[in-house]
């Protein structure tokens, strides 16, 4: 293996380039060279931190490819965006519309997690993608956040982003559907390293109101029964937390925490859409409970609620659709 890919498998400082202040990016000599001592997938550990310089072109050439797939129908896209979290997905089923796999999709990756299903579903209400990736499948930032790039470039205004995260307020219960009112970052990753592509937002996107004040009273007035409020931390996996750092996100302010969701908040918020996060609490986290964890809870409590969770994603479409004049 290269020394250069060694220094990264070990933990050393990821070189800088200073023509574009990406950590852990290459260009030129050093991208044939990667690619030729590592492959494909060393390419993408090495350039995972940050959007990488072709990012622009990969995203266009999705967009296109996908608008091909859809047809007629992708004149007409939905103004809302949704992302299904681990166990979520059976939701696509109880949607009509136009599906389209992920795998068909000119330079979008393929989940490889249980529980995501890696397909783009376009109905009346909503534009749907079933699956996302995550860091610690060995995607680099642009990959993860390509989905909601294209979703933007389709014509979406506003995101929902839900994710199954595990309990770290010890007044939440597995099976909580919990709305997300803020995060912490803890991936030390920001999908925005890297080059800036300025006619799609603003260098330094403004992350004060990362989820919507508005879209949370929303869903709280329209659903009649109780809904927490709380912050997310995103951490990168795929281990789980230890108990001690439970005990320190408790003492952050953390009320949840999970291996995704923060980097597709962020490429929305820089896009200019407005988003609404769902939490799934599948699991009491580590040393709250003495038993292990596994993901095989969090995909049976996935289930376990998939119909009320689909009842609020669909109390939060018909409400927004209302309040739009698009009943």
Request: hydrophobic fraction near 40%; glycine fraction near 12%; charge should be negative.
């Amino acid at each position: 293996m290269g020394a250069l890919f060694d220094e990264l498998r070990h933990g050393y400082p990821l070189p800088l380039d200073a023509s574009r202040g990406c950590p852990g990016s290459a260009t030129g000599r050093e991208v044939d060279r990667i690619m030729g001592e590592t492959g494909l997938e060393g390419y993408r550990a090495f350039g995972g931190g940050c959007m990488r310089e072709d990012f622009e072109r990969r995203m266009y050439e999705a967009v296109e490819s996908a608008r091909q797939l859809l047809g007629p129908v992708s004149r007409e896209i939905p103004p809302v965006g949704i992302v299904l979290g681990s166990g979520l997905g059976e939701f696509v089923d109880r949607v009509d519309g136009v599906i389209v796999p992920y795998s068909e999709i000119k330079g979008f990756p393929v989940p490889t997690v249980v529980g995501h299903r890696g397909l783009l579903k376009v109905g009346r209400q909503a534009a749907i993608l079933a699956g996302r990736f995550h860091a610690y499948e060995g995607r680099s930032m642009d990959e993860i956040v390509l989905p909601v790039f294209l979703l933007a470039q389709l014509g979406i205004t506003h995101l929902v982003v839900t994710n199954a995260a595990g309990a770290v307020n010890t007044a939440y219960n597995p099976g909580d559907l919990t709305l997300v009112k803020d995060h912490i970052n803890l991936t030390g990753r920001n999908p925005l390293i890297g080059p800036h592509i300025e006619s799609l937002g603003p260098r330094f996107p403004d992350m004060s109101e990362a989820y919507d004040r508005d879209l949370r009273l929303s869903v709280k007035e329209a659903w009649h029964r109780p809904l927490k409020e709380g912050v997310y931390a995103a951490l990168l996996g795929p281990t789980y937390e230890t108990p001690a750092e439970i005990r320190m996100l408790r003492k952050m302010g953390a009320d949840m925490v999970g291996m995704s969701t923060v980097p597709e908040v962020i490429a929305a918020r820089y896009l200019g859409l407005k988003v609404l996060g769902i939490s799934c609490i599948t699991n009491m986290a580590a040393g709250i409970l003495d038993q292990p964890l596994s993901h095989e809870e969090v995909v049976e409590t996935g289930r376990r609620v998939a119909s009320e969770f689909a009842d609020l994603l669909h109390c939060f479409l018909e409400t927004f659709h209302q309040a739009s004049g698009n009943p």
